[in-house]
């Protein structure tokens, strides 16, 4: 059943409000106005049982004066004013109680008397005290001297009637009372907005379509009600029936409430209890990370790297224990192989508060962690892992450097009259000139040993040292003197003027490669005192025979590259650095382009690119050649660039060579 809504009211007319206006400048207030619900109300209810009476309408201040008139010209219809804003039904004072009131859902209300008004105002007044109790005297009196005779029906009516209605109705012995003639006028009064019981079989409908009459202008006194009213379309649904309704005020449906969490002073306590709680939970865990804090502050100082270090400790953790004799020779038909060696951090690096990055796993692979931040400055560490022929350890030393990557080749070298060529590539003091030296010292130790146990009596071993500096070729034996490299009729690159000295033992060449390195070009950069700016080039020649000069038996080239370091960092030097810089790179870059194609057994080779490749054309043109890369690499985060840029210049060496197996 739809509710009554304030919208649904008509507003109040004008000429009604001006009424009110005239009847008193002191307005009547009403006490307790009666609200209408949905379910439980009255005119609704009345409306089904009543009997349907010819209604007239008659305008309010005419109601009063023509009191006579209309008591004695039944049925009588009553006034009522709608208050929109109180939904409140204000039944005119004038008019005589009514048996029942029809009301449509939209605005239309339907007032019919049934029974007459014998009783005089002065009686009905007597017998219905309680329906003037909420009237002020004062008011009341007011009311009077305005409207004259009227003015104690009118007074009762606008009186709230369900007020007087409630209390007769819990007034048992008023119900009880023997009908008298003047009681059974006056019970009119009394029962004049209760509801008769609901005619069941009466359809709602002609109740809902009646009209409401109003009466907007004075002069019109009588207006007649229609008979019949129109019935609703079938479309509309019909409300559902009332229940009976003994007079009482339906209560207002309470809304549910939100079920509070706590009942009373203790639910209070308890929650200021448990926020207290959490308060000092709080603050003894920020005094922890401070106390933490102040503990790292004092332990490291101006050091911004210990929480890399923290989460590097963290991650190897995690890691089962190196065992570093799993690295084994490489035996395989491969032309290249390609290792790693990671230097210690130096003292230098070690007072800088630098840390190693470098995690070695296992025998073939190595994580680079490199140092970064986040989005919200927090330290992150960004884990590349890479996978070698060999990695060796900063606790691996040169010997077992060199039994592993270039001393499995010395016997197939001696035997197979082959060309064997090792690299040692890596930045600026990463270990090249390091471990070159120990290769070349065991390289010639293993050759002699190799040519007493073959019986290989009538060969030569011929050593030259030289550089390739700025695209020139100079020789270290030999004070540094030009060395011109020329191309003969068969394509073999000959270096004209290079010292060419015989050894017999491993002694000797390393007293060459001492005084070459004496010769090499050096300069002071921010790694150490003593950078190589050149490719050294040590090539030992077996030749058959016993002097130098005759058939070229085997070789081996073992070259010191020149730091690899990129040239947006040699920009700062002066032309001549970034000259030197420029050359080196592109040296490297086409070394690298040159050992991919011998890799892939590419016809053509880039060799002229450089002078470097230029020279060792026969390494890579050779059927029988092998070729060792070194890559060493420093393990300090200042230079973690440099490593990673490494790592991936010897992976892209090794990513060919793993493809083709
Ligand atoms: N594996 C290692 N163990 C101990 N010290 C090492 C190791 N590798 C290198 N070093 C030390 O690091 C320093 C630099 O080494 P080295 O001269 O070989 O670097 P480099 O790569 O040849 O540099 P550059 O290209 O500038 O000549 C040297 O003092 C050397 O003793």
Redesign the pocket.
């Known amino acids: 059943m739809p509710l009554l809504e304030p919208e649904d009211l008509l507003p109040i007319p004008e000429w009604m409000k001006a009424k009110a206006r005239d009847v008193s400048t002191q307005s009547v207030t009403w006490q307790k106005p009666a609200v209408y619900h949905g379910v439980s109300n009255p005119l609704r209810n009345s409306c089904s049982g009543g009997v349907k009476l010819p209604v007239k309408l008659i305008p309010l201040n005419d109601v009063g004066n023509n009191q006579q008139s209309a008591v004695e010209n039944e049925p009588l219809m009553l006034q009522m004013s709608v208050t929109k804003s109180l939904n409140v039904l204000q039944p005119c004072p004038s008019c005589s109680p009514v048996k029942s009131i029809g009301m449509s859902s939209a605005t239309s209300v339907v007032l019919t008397q049934e029974t007459d008004l014998e009783a005089s105002p002065e009686e009905t007044n007597e017998q219905n005290v309680n329906a003037s109790v909420n009237i002020p005297l004062r008011q009341s009196r007011m009311f009077n001297e305005v409207n004259g005779s009227m003015n104690k029906w009118r007074a009762r009516a606008i009186a709230n009637p369900f007020v007087k209605r409630k209390n007769m109705a819990n007034n048992e012995a008023t119900h009880e009372a023997p009908p008298t003639e003047i009681a059974r006028n006056t019970t009119i009064v009394k029962s004049s907005f209760k509801m008769q019981p609901t005619n069941q079989e009466e359809p709602i409908n002609e109740l809902r379509s009646t009209k409401v009459q109003h009466s907007p202008q004075k002069d019109i006194p009588h207006v007649q009600a229609p008979h019949t009213t129109p019935e609703l379309p079938p479309s509309m649904p019909s409300p559902p029936r009332s229940p009976k309704w003994d007079g009482e005020m339906a209560p207002r449906p309470k809304k549910p409430q939100p079920k509070r969490p706590g009942k009373g002073k203790s639910s209070c306590v308890g929650a200021l209890a448990e926020i207290q709680r959490k308060r000092e939970e709080r603050r003894t865990l920020q005094a922890q990370e401070k106390n933490r804090k102040d503990a790292e502050l004092k332990e490291h100082g101006d050091d911004t790297g210990y929480k890399f270090r923290r989460l590097i400790k963290a991650f190897r953790d995690t890691l089962p224990p190196r065992n570093s004799k799993q690295i084994v020779p490489v035996q395989s038909s491969s032309k290249l192989c390609v290792y790693v ?1 990671k ?2 951090l ?1 003292k230098k690096e070690l007072a800088a508060k630098g840390y190693d990055v470098i995690t070695c796993l296992q025998a073939k692979e190595l994580i680079c962690h490199e140092p970064k931040f986040k989005v919200d400055m927090s330290e992150s560490l960004e884990n590349h892992q890479f996978s070698f022929d060999g990695v060796f350890h ?1 606790t691996e030393d ?1 010997d077992m450097v060199y039994k592993l990557s270039v001393g499995p080749w010395i016997p197939s070298l001696v035997q197979g009259n082959g060309i064997l060529t090792v690299f ?1 590539y ?10 070159m030296k120990s290769v070349y010292r065991q390289a010639a130790n293993d050759l002699f040993s190799q040519l007493k146990a073959h019986a290989k009596g009538s060969v030569t071993v011929g050593v030259s040292f030289y550089d390739i500096y700025k695209n020139g070729v100079c020789d270290l034996l030999n004070q540094r003197k030009k060395v011109q490299a020329l191309e003969d009729n068969e394509g073999v690159v000959q270096l004209l003027g290079l010292t060419e000295l015989p050894i017999s033992n491993e002694t000797m060449l390393t007293d060459l490669v001492d005084k070459g390195e004496a010769s090499r070009i ?1 300069s002071i ?1 921010g ?2 005192d ?3 700016r050149s490719h050294a080039i040590l090539r030992v020649t077996l030749y058959s025979g016993s002097q130098i000069g005759g058939n070229v038996e085997a070789r081996l080239s073992m070259v ?1 590259l ?2 690899s370091e990129r040239a947006c960092e040699t920009q700062t030097d002066d032309k001549s650095t970034r000259m030197e810089g420029a050359e080196i790179n592109k040296s490297l870059l086409a070394l690298k382009e040159c050992i991919r194609a011998m890799d892939r057994g590419a016809k053509h080779l880039p060799f002229r690119q450089s002078k470097l490749t230029q020279i060792l054309r026969d390494s890579f043109m050779c059927e029988t050649s092998k070729t060792v890369m070194i890559a ?1 690499v420093s393990p300090c985060s200042e230079h973690s660039n440099h490593t990673l840029n490494t790592l991936r210049y010897a992976d892209r060496l090794k990513e060919i060579n793993s493809r083709d197996d």
């Open positions: 060696r230097r210690p130096s900063e040169n040692a890596g930045q600026t003091g990463s270990g090249k000139t390091y471990t050096t950069n790694v150490h003593d950078s190589s010191d020149a730091g060493t």
